[in-house]
């Protein structure tokens, strides 16, 4: 099936400690991003790439860092400057990046990523 | 900077009322796109809406982007508890055309 497969489900991370979260997609999109969900927040928009070896700080990416050497991969680094890393993750695709009009820019999600500090 | 906001953002309802959610974008939108996220799950595309005014509709959702196309509302008509869920809106962000996301507004059915 195509789709979008986030690694690990559940993660726990300690205090100081590097953790990457596994996001690959088998849809032939261009588009990958980064969101990170709060309860009553929404979703922001932490890194997205638009095309391999090119990715662009979103809205939140302090604490973050990304690499896109595959089209089809684009894991997240949430490093131990990230002061408050206790979120869900969420990785997503599209067509298009870029597009202001079209429906390329339908984002689809995986289906998430629980990372908690103990 | 440019904002999407929703209202409201918790919605508590009895099985068979009616349960509307409204979008207001601070700039015009060339699009708005709606989104269904189940509790523990993650958000599913429902629909999108691209001229002024357009109605569309899906089953009991009907989905309705304003004229001047900077707002949009999503109505329920006889909720059912498989409606459970946070609901977003989102529009393209002004320059480079990625989705800003409204808050959502969580929807719960009491059976």
């Known amino acids: 099936d195509g789709g979008i497969t986030q690694s690990p489900k559940y993660l726990f991370r300690k205090e100081g400690q590097n953790v990457t979260l596994s996001c690959e997609q088998n849809?032939?999109?261009?588009?990958m991003y980064w969101y990170r969900q709060d309860p009553g927040q929404g979703l922001r928009l932490i890194y997205y790439?638009?095309?391999?070896?090119?990715?662009q700080k979103g809205d939140i990416a302090e604490g973050y860092s990304v690499s896109r050497e595959k089209k089809e991969s684009f894991p997240l680094t949430v490093t131990s400057a990230q002061k408050n890393p206790t979120a869900f993750y969420l990785c997503a695709s599209s067509i298009a990046p870029g597009r202001t009009s079209s429906s390329g820019n339908t984002i689809y999600f995986g289906e998430g990523s629980w990372l908690t500090v103990v | 900077g440019q904002q999407v906001m929703q209202i409201p953002q918790y919605q508590h309802v009895q099985e068979g009322e009616d349960f509307t959610t409204y979008c207001n974008s601070s700039?015009?939108?060339?699009?708005i796109q709606w989104y269904k996220q189940r509790p523990g799950g993650h958000p599913v595309f429902l629909i999108q809406l691209v001229k002024s005014g357009e109605v569309k509709k899906q089953k009991r959702l009907t989905f309705q982007f304003g004229e001047a196309k900077k707002n949009s509302s999503l109505h329920i008509t006889a909720t059912q508890t498989t409606d459970v869920g946070t609901y977003f809106c989102a529009g393209p962000r002004n320059q480079g055309g990625k989705l800003i996301f409204g808050q959502g507004t969580e929807l719960s059915v009491k059976p």
């Open positions: 700039t015009t939108l060339s699009n």
């Open positions: 790439s638009q095309i391999v070896n090119d990715f």
């Open positions: 849809l032939n999109h261009d588009a």
